[in-house]
């Protein structure tokens, strides 16, 4: 097996045995309702091309939370973030949970794009018998997640962008978007210390074509957000520095609703995406509980 299969193996295994343990601490008490498996391209039954579903039952907001899991573009999936999820439907929030085909090499980041906006329009189309309150949709994002929730928020602001790409996004009522340390400048991260095989396994056959990094760099097309964002960063969160670009770059906007939160920790576990993988921490509550408040601010 060649090193690269065999570290996806491997991370996925860590990833899946993570989560085991994570969603011990997180079972479902009735407190909602969870349909999980959810195909969303027709004759296709891949995992991969599934999400999930949680209802809220108490204090229901009528909003609907859609998260896009992180991974590095080559590793994780939907089930990484039940934890996350959990806590918003507690909260009242419906919650779709994405998941979708990721990277080995073969695939572009296109690619998993194309999933994510297969599955939102499935998510609209079907949004009366999947049970999701009313047509408010928010989307948010971690890491890898974070870069497709942003270039998602784009697309919708911009029908130009979108038809470029060759997309047509439902229409649905997007109130705004949210990430946690989120890829931003994507079309210089593959200038980061990448061996030419390790950038050809994170991102795919068109490694080497700096238009195709352009055509869904978040930083480029940043002019075609025009919903509310809020953003999530951490002293350690190894990629800081891309969430500290997108805060520069935002608060040069006086035309949209942004605000972000940076925690302050030397903490073990306080890191990267801290909040989506234990939200149970103070640190992660206090972004979560910003996030929330960010959410129905915007709803009033």
């Known amino acids: 097996m060649k090193l690269g299969k065999f570290l996806i193996k491997f991370f996925n295994k860590l990833s899946d045995d993570e989560t085991k343990k994570r969603r011990k601490h997180y079972p479902p008490h009735g407190e909602f309702e969870e349909t999980i498996n959810i195909p969303y391209i027709e004759g296709d039954y891949n995992p991969q091309h599934s999400f999930d579903v949680y209802l809220a039952n108490d204090n229901r907001n009528n909003i609907c939370l859609i998260d896009i899991h992180g991974g590095a573009y080559i590793f994780g999936e939907h089930k990484d973030n039940w934890p996350f999820c959990y806590n918003f439907?507690?909260?009242?929030?419906?919650?779709?949970?994405?998941?979708?085909?990721?990277?080995?090499?073969?695939?572009?980041?296109?690619?998993?794009?194309?999933?994510?906006?297969?599955?939102?329009?499935?998510?609209?189309?079907?949004?009366?018998?999947?049970?999701?309150?009313?047509?408010?949709?928010?989307?948010?994002?971690?890491?890898?997640?974070?870069?497709?929730?942003?270039?998602?928020?784009?697309?919708?602001?911009?029908?130009?962008?979108?038809?470029?790409?060759?997309?047509?996004?439902?229409?649905?009522?997007?109130?705004?978007?949210?990430?946690?340390?989120?890829?931003?400048?994507?079309?210089?991260?593959?200038?980061?210390?990448?061996?030419?095989?390790?950038?050809?396994?994170?991102?795919?056959?068109?490694?080497?074509?700096?238009?195709?990094?352009?055509?869904?760099?978040?930083?480029?097309?940043?002019?075609?957000?025009?919903?509310?964002?809020?953003?999530?960063?951490?002293?350690?969160?190894?990629?800081?520095?891309?969430?500290?670009?997108?805060?520069?770059?935002?608060?040069?906007?006086?035309?949209?609703k942004f605000s972000h939160i940076d925690i302050k920790s030397k903490k073990k576990d306080i890191g990267h995406v801290h909040n989506v993988l234990l939200p149970k921490l103070a640190e992660s509550q206090q972004v979560n509980d910003a996030m929330r408040d960010f959410i129905l601010e915007i709803n009033r």
């Open 89 to 256: 439907a507690k909260q009242g929030f419906d919650v779709v949970n994405v998941d979708y085909k990721t990277n080995d090499g073969t695939r572009s980041v296109k690619d998993s794009i194309n999933d994510i906006v297969k599955c939102l329009n499935y998510v609209y189309e079907h949004r009366k018998e999947l049970g999701l309150a009313k047509d408010k949709f928010v989307i948010t994002g971690d890491s890898a997640g974070g870069h497709f929730a942003l270039t998602l928020a784009e697309l919708f602001g911009d029908e130009k962008y979108a038809s470029k790409l060759g997309y047509k996004t439902p229409n649905m009522d997007v109130l705004a978007v949210l990430v946690n340390c989120p890829v931003y400048d994507f079309a210089n991260l593959k200038d980061e210390n990448f061996t030419e095989a390790g950038a050809k396994r994170m991102f795919g056959p068109k490694y080497k074509n700096k238009n195709y990094f352009v055509d869904i760099c978040p930083k480029t097309h940043l002019k075609s957000l025009h919903m509310p964002l809020f953003v999530s960063t951490c002293t350690q969160d190894f990629i800081r520095k891309q969430s500290l670009m997108l805060i520069a770059d935002m608060k040069k906007r006086e035309d949209i």
